[in-house]
């Protein structure tokens, strides 16, 4: 048993992107891999309204916690697909929150139509460090791209956050998520895009 | 085999709460199943219209909630378990029917699945249907999790079956959309065969019929009490002189907060899964040495009402607070730290809540028309025709996102159906035109009573039926005038046209907006019919394009592109048209510009037809747009 697994209580993950960028998969997955491993888990997602293009927002629950929603204050990692969406979470994180977050920029309609600008990303991730431990930056296009599509970014993402080992979950009970519940045209391609993510997470 | 169709064994699955609900129910012997998609609802019927055919179960998308409640009522009725499922105000809809059931009762299990929605995440409010229980006086259950709501979906079936009333399962965002493990039980054999015992006077509702029945139902109001108190579904946790009583998703947070305020000996909890008829005795129980109560649960104060009841007539001193400032708030949801805030306040024991970051300014993303919708150029056209001078109700549907800038084309919503309608009350009092929007499947849902009401009174309105051949909204579920299916292309099962027709529409004419010139042509001589009294129709169709690429896997020949050379940067297209594959932009030489996006442009055209610096570009075999 690993040191994590030793002081593993709870850890309450919120999960935000954009309509599209594959936020409820990648947090099927980590429900789904918590499950393989054996871990109490609960998951909360919205659909609906939510889904034309605005903010996805979705929690994963792990360990001794009976809430499926993350108020604001508790989330312990934010997983944040569009550098935005990090800035806007804020509020979910306290002073030892791990905050994942793509640094690619999706832009939302109130920007495109010159009704605002979008901030430097930078400053979004800096108001974002200023106030949590941790703030793990991920080129989430470049990575993707690497691994075989851009569309994979979601993977990129759940990989980096399977990489920090935050989660007492194996790589086996992560595979075997991964295997049960992608299509099988997407596996591959899926698999290395995960494993990136999953050796960027480790490195840090 | 579908997923939820497989054999038990001990298998555990993370499922959806609404999958859950379909698991318990196919455990439950269900083979009959009716609903209207509605949020946090719609899987329900979904995974059922998946796996209807393979379970042996008759699964329908019907028009209506009051529809899909009568039909699966007359199922049960003739001895097969039923199943229907809606949002919080379809019940609303559906209320007629459900009053009389319960008076009638059934012969087989009949659930009723009711979705709250607190905090409005996909609603227009946020009203407590537990008090639609309390109203009918039919028992009610509500999980806590999808494993609850996989097992009470089987018990109600068989409460229901027992005491020959439908029975609610009343579930919230929180339970329908939580995911979980669930353990599989076994699946029954063989089905029911249905059988209509004649029985005019116990089944047909006369004044006698009704009177008789009406003390029926109390007498079996009494009985269900019985069933209540026993239930194992109402249950005490932990012990001290404190106490919390809860239900629902807001018994998780109960949980955490005990543990959390290390209240564990200080505090017993009781957990109402059975929560109408409310079981008064195990309440009364509970209190009898207790100091005082807090009633936890979301929206109204219905178990906290149930709970002082309760003390008061048992003559109990106990202490009861529930809903108020620093304790339990009365709107939206709840979650673990507004329980450990109203917690703590109410027992007086130590608690820092969790410091809350402030978000730096933002510029926001709201939810848009996807690109390519036809919806937008419908607006479009309207607004050049009508402007800002005429009043527009409008309905409920993906076009409801029209109240956004720049469109702002909506002034009016209340409810289903109610464009239609509210047109005809405007049109009567406002010396303005009255130009209502309403989609297809609303029409089909609730629009065709407004239309006849607005014809037979002479009401002078337009009343645009935005048809985009499906239900986009709740996931592109069918309704009775669709022509496109997973099946391929099939003649409307009802037409729209001839309906309108049939409501006595003189002045009617179908158009598809995306010809945006044809469409204002249209509009501007439906105008002119409308200076005399009458109401007069706009179909306006054209696929969703999202349900069409999904379906045909239709692939893009052409895109538009800016040419930026003629581009005056007037900005009419982001402003009138605020297509989300536009922005405001700098090219490479560092000038402002405004560019098309490439990925997002669907190849609808309407932009190029409303300015003369966009042109088409041909592309390669790339992929489909609006995947």
């Known amino acids: 048993m690993t040191q994590a697994e030793q002081t593993f209580q709870a850890l309450r993950i919120f999960f935000t992107g954009v309509g599209g960028q594959g936020t409820l998969l990648a947090t099927r997955l980590v429900g789904e891999a918590a499950l393989e491993e054996g871990l109490p888990v609960a998951m909360s997602e919205i659909h609906g309204m939510a889904q034309r293009g605005g903010v996805v927002e979705s929690s994963v629950v792990v360990g001794n916690v009976c809430s499926p929603t993350i108020a604001d204050g508790e989330a312990d990692i934010v997983l944040a697909f569009e550098p935005l969406e990090a800035a806007r979470a804020l509020p979910k994180c306290h002073s030892k929150t791990l905050v994942i977050s793509s640094t690619v920029p999706v832009v939302p309609f109130t920007v495109a139509t010159g009704q605002a600008e979008y901030p430097a990303i930078e400053d979004l991730l800096g108001a974002v460090r200023s106030r949590v431990a941790s703030v793990i930056e991920v080129d989430t296009a470049a990575l993707a791209r690497d691994a075989g599509s851009e569309r994979a970014a979601n993977l990129v993402m759940l990989g980096v956050l399977a990489g920090t080992g935050r989660l007492p979950v194996s790589m086996k009970s992560w595979q075997e998520a991964l295997r049960r519940i992608l299509p099988e045209r997407v596996q591959e391609v899926n698999r290395r895009a995960f494993q990136t993510g999953y050796t960027l997470g480790r490195e840090l | ?627």
Not at chain 2, 448 to 467: K, M, P, Q
Not at chain 2, 489 to 516: D, F, R, Y
């Open chain 2, 1 to 627: 085999m579908h997923e939820l169709l497989m054999p038990g064994n001990g298998r555990r699955r993370l499922l959806l709460g609404n999958e859950a609900i379909v698991r318990g129910a196919v455990e439950g012997n269900v083979r009959f199943v009716a609903a209207y998609p509605g949020t946090p609802s719609s899987e329900i019927i979904d995974r059922f219209s998946q796996l209807a055919l393979e379970a042996g179960i008759y699964a329908e998308y019907s028009v209506n909630e009051k529809v899909s409640m009568e039909v699966a009522c007359a199922a049960a009725v003739s001895g097969v378990r039923s199943l229907c499922s809606m949002k919080h105000v379809g019940l609303n809809v559906a209320a007629d029917a459900f009053m009389t059931l319960a008076y009638v009762g059934v012969k087989a299990g009949m659930v009723i699945v009711v979705a709250d929605d607190p905090f409005l995440h996909s609603s227009q409010n946020e009203q407590d249907n537990r008090y639609y229980a309390k109203m009918a006086g039919v028992p009610m259950l509500e999980p806590s999790t999808p494993e609850e709501a996989r097992a009470m979906t089987t018990e109600a079936l068989d409460l229901s079956e027992e005491y020959g009333i439908p029975c609610i399962l009343r579930t919230t965002t929180r339970v329908n959309h939580c995911r979980g493990p669930v353990t599989f039980g076994d699946l029954p054999s063989k089905a029911p065969a249905a059988v209509f015992k004649k029985d005019p006077f116990n089944l047909v509702v006369v004044p006698m019929v009704g009177r008789k029945l009406r003390l029926a139902l109390l007498d079996k109001l009494k009985k269900l009490q019985d069933a209540s108190e026993h239930s194992s579904l109402n249950f005490t946790e932990g012990s001290g002189k404190w106490g919390v009583v809860t239900s629902g998703a807001s018994y998780l947070f109960v949980k955490d907060s005990v543990r959390d305020l290390e209240l564990e000996g200080r505090v017993k909890v009781l957990k109402l899964g059975f929560t109408f008829p409310y079981p008064k005795a195990v309440i009364r129980d509970f209190m009898s040495d207790l100091e005082k109560v807090l009633v936890v649960e979301e929206l109204d104060p219905f178990l906290e009402e149930a709970v002082r009841i309760t003390a008061q007539e048992a003559g109990l001193p106990v202490l009861v607070a529930g809903k108020g400032d620093d304790l339990v708030p009365r709107a939206f949801e709840l979650d673990a730290v507004k329980v450990k805030k109203a917690m703590s306040s109410f027992f007086q024991v130590d608690y820092e809540p969790p410091e809350v970051f402030t978000a730096p300014q933002l510029p926001s993303r709201p939810p848009n028309l996807c690109p390519g919708c036809p919806h937008r150029a419908t607006y479009y056209s309207v607004k050049k025709v009508f402007g800002d001078e005429a009043v527009y109700p409008t309905d409920i549907g993906c076009y409801t996102l029209g109240v956004l800038p720049p469109l702002r084309m909506a002034d009016f919503l209340i409810c289903m159906g109610s464009g239609v309608s509210t047109a005809g009350g405007f049109s009567k009092v406002l010396d303005q035109p009255v130009v209502a929007f309403i989609g297809d499947s609303t029409f089909f849902h609730s629009g065709i009573t407004g239309l006849i009401n607005g014809i037979s009174h002479d009401h002078r309105f337009l009343l645009v039926v935005l048809d985009n051949g499906t239900t986009a909204m709740t996931g592109h579920q069918p309704h009775p005038g669709i022509e496109l299916t997973p099946e391929g292309k099939i003649e409307p099962k009802v037409s729209l046209e001839k309906v309108i027709a049939g409501c006595g529409v003189k002045h009617a004419a179908t158009v598809n907006p995306l010809q945006v010139k044809k469409t204002q042509d249209v509009l501007q001589e439906l105008r002119r019919t409308m200076k005399e009294p009458g109401v007069s129709v706009l179909i306006s169709k054209s696929p969703c394009p999202l349900y069409e690429n999904r379906l045909l896997g239709k692939r893009r020949k052409v895109v538009f592109e800016v040419d930026e050379s003629s581009c005056d940067l007037c900005k009419r297209c982001l402003e009138d048209l605020g297509c989300p594959a536009f922005s405001w932009s700098t090219s490479a030489a560092g000038d402002t510009c405004i560019r098309i996006n490439e990925a997002l442009c669907s190849g609808c055209s309407v932009c190029a037809q409303i300015c003369k610096s966009i042109r088409p570009k041909k592309i390669g075999e790339g992929k489909g747009g609006n995947e």
